[in-house]
């Protein structure tokens, strides 16, 4: 199955990724993780893209469409699929893609949107911790590790947060949602695959929202 999130920073989509990762066997595909590990690696890509990531903009559309690409020409994205998280976000950048799974003679099954008001993205970004050692994302309201300050899934004890998870980052990653990705809407909808779920449920409700949308198994 070939899916695509698409969604405002913060609406959930790389929490409900990893679960419907778990769940159907589909590969999790994010282009923030990546670029984030090429910046924390410090690699020629990462160098590229610190300036824009640090201050919510897009990084380069060649930049992205380049790392996208490798990644999706691995084995098993043409064995089980893919669910993308953060790609595309422009309408050159889905149109990169339309071209490269046309020339895998393959197709996208479904565009997911994940709908949650701007009020609540400032609430869920500004509250966002990771651990260090996994990565795995918690909210420090919304989704609290069972025991305070260790790592639900590894036992780590140390978190770190994200340099754009600020007030004023988030504005304008914000900011380019609205004006650069939501576009791509229109597009994926004149294909007639998009759909919509509300994201501003606790998360065991959007996943249940999705799983229905998916239907995997
Ligand atoms: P990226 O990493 O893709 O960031 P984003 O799209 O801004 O999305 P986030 O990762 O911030 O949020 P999310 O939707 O995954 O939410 P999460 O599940 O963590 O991109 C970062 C940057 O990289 C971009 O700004 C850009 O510079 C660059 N970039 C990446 N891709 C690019 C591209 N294609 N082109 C150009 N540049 C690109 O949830 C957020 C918080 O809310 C968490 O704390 C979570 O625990 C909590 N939460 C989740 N769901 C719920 C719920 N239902 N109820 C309550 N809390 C919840």
Redesign the pocket.
């Known amino acids: 199955m070939r899916i695509i999130?698409i969604?405002?920073?913060?609406?959930?989509?790389?929490?409900?990724?990893?679960l419907l990762q778990d769940h159907c066997d589909i590969p999790h595909l994010?282009?923030?993780?990546?670029?984030?590990l090429a910046v924390e690696s410090e690699t020629a890509v990462g160098l590229r893209?610190k300036t824009?990531?640090?201050?919510?903009?897009?990084?380069?559309?060649e930049?992205?469409i380049q790392i996208?690409a490798d990644r999706l020409s691995e084995r098993d994205c043409s064995t089980k699929g893919f669910i993308l998280?953060?790609?595309?976000?422009?309408e050159l950048?889905a149109r990169a893609l339309d071209k490269l799974l046309e020339t895998q003679k393959f197709s996208l099954d479904k565009v997911i949107k994940?709908l949650?008001a701007d009020e609540?993205?400032i609430?869920?970004?500004t509250?966002?911790?990771?651990c260090m050692i996994c990565g795995a994302?918690?909210?420090?309201?919304?989704?609290k590790t069972h025991v305070e300050g260790i790592c639900d899934i590894c036992g780590g004890e140390q978190f770190t947060r994200?340099k754009?998870?600020n007030q004023e980052?988030?504005t304008s990653?914000l900011h380019?949602?609205h004006l650069q990705t939501v576009p791509l809407l229109a597009y994926y909808q004149g294909k007639g695959i998009l759909e919509s779920i509300d994201?501003?449920?606790?998360?065991d409700?959007?996943t249940q929202q999705l799983r229905k949308v998916v239907a995997c198994r």
């Open positions: 999130l969604g405002p920073p913060g609406c959930g989509k790389g929490t409900q990724a990893k994010s282009t923030g993780d990546m670029l984030r893209a824009a990531i640090e201050a919510g903009q897009l990084v380069s559309d930049l992205v996208a998280d953060g790609f595309p976000r422009t950048q994940i949650v609540v993205i609430q869920r970004v509250g966002r911790f990771m994302v918690y909210h420090e309201e919304f989704r994200r754009d998870d980052v988030i990653r380019v949602y994201g501003s449920s606790p998360v409700i959007v």
